[in-house]
């Protein structure tokens, strides 16, 4: 039984240790113990620590048992199961007390008038203990009724609901920050040189077949004019180079080839050519790209 206690003992302190780490240390998502990996040290060492203070005690125990004399070891060992006997009666009476039954020599006292071929009924008390959770239920139901009844309480579906539309929110709020889950209505013109550079590279691999190194269209438009087929500014270029342009003549889709922060970077780079001019610059086509309410000159790359 000691040996028991001591691995409960153990176990609890360890256990102890680790919700106190989880809640005491500032963290995201992730466990503590995955921020911070030194924690599987510090909890190692108070493991060792935790079963050296147990065996060291067991073996201090055993050393003073076997130090005294057969007299006093027999009283002492008399002690020790007079406590024990102590406990199991007071656990039997509690298990007792909470089946409230009769004892079968004395059934003859709560036998019931009801008699069915030889076959009696005893008239015997509630379990306590089923009587107990009974009036904890009513309780319960009480104070449910009046939280959520009387003073409007969150109900269950309304936490859902709360939880969802903070989820999105912190959903939108990351895509804003990820590069790799930017779409048509996250993207922002990158204006840093190393994303034009980026973009550039990405140009001169897979665009110039059609509008040329510098712009200026071949077999696709202009890109330094003012002029847009399927719209101008970040937004609609981002959504151009990652669908495709028309369907049967325009460009293909680039989404299966480049990543979307490429496409930003292309996209950013692309408008970054408007005004300057190309060696044979192709006539415009398409529409006269207007600034969109809301849409500054930076944004749509004029």
Not at 121 to 140: H, K, Q, R, S, V
Request: charged share 25%.
């Amino acid at each position: 039984m000691n040996q028991v206690y001591s691995i409960l003992r153990v176990v609890g302190l360890v256990a102890l240790a680790i919700v106190l780490a989880q809640i005491t240390l500032e963290n995201t998502d992730k466990s503590a113990f995955e921020v911070y990996p030194f924690l599987w040290l510090i909890l190692g060492v108070i493991f060792l620590v935790a079963l050296a203070i147990e065996i060291s005690a067991g073996a201090l125990h055993s050393v003073l048992y076997k130090s005294l004399t057969p007299e006093a070891r027999a009283q002492f060992d008399h002690t020790e199961n007079s406590k024990k006997e102590a406990k199991l009666e007071l656990w039997r009476k509690a298990y007792k007390n909470l089946l409230d039954k009769k004892p079968v020599e004395n059934e003859g006292e709560i036998i019931l008038d009801h008699d069915y071929d030889g076959i009696r009924e005893l008239d015997n008390n509630l379990p306590p203990w089923w009587l107990y959770g009974f009036y904890a239920t009513i309780i319960f139901a009480f104070v449910y009724m009046i939280n959520y009844h009387v003073y409007g309480g969150t109900t269950q579906k309304e936490e859902y609901l709360i939880e969802v539309a903070e989820a999105e929110i912190e959903i939108a709020e990351y895509k804003k920050n990820a590069k790799g889950l930017l779409t048509t209505n996250t993207v922002e013109l990158l204006t840093e040189e190393a994303d034009l550079t980026a973009g550039k590279s990405v140009f001169l691999a897979n665009c110039i077949a059609c509008h040329k190194a510098d712009g200026g269209g071949g077999i696709g438009p202009n890109l330094t004019d003012a002029y847009w087929i399927l719209g101008g500014g970040i937004k609609n270029v981002f959504n151009t180079v990652t669908e495709g342009g028309r369907p049967g003549k325009g460009m293909v889709a680039w989404k299966t080839n480049l990543k979307p922060d490429e496409i930003a970077q292309v996209a950013s780079y692309v408008l970054s050519l408007h005004g300057t001019t190309p060696a044979e610059p192709k006539e415009p086509e398409g529409e006269l790209y207007e600034v969109e309410s809301g849409e500054t000159a930076e944004t749509q790359g004029k």
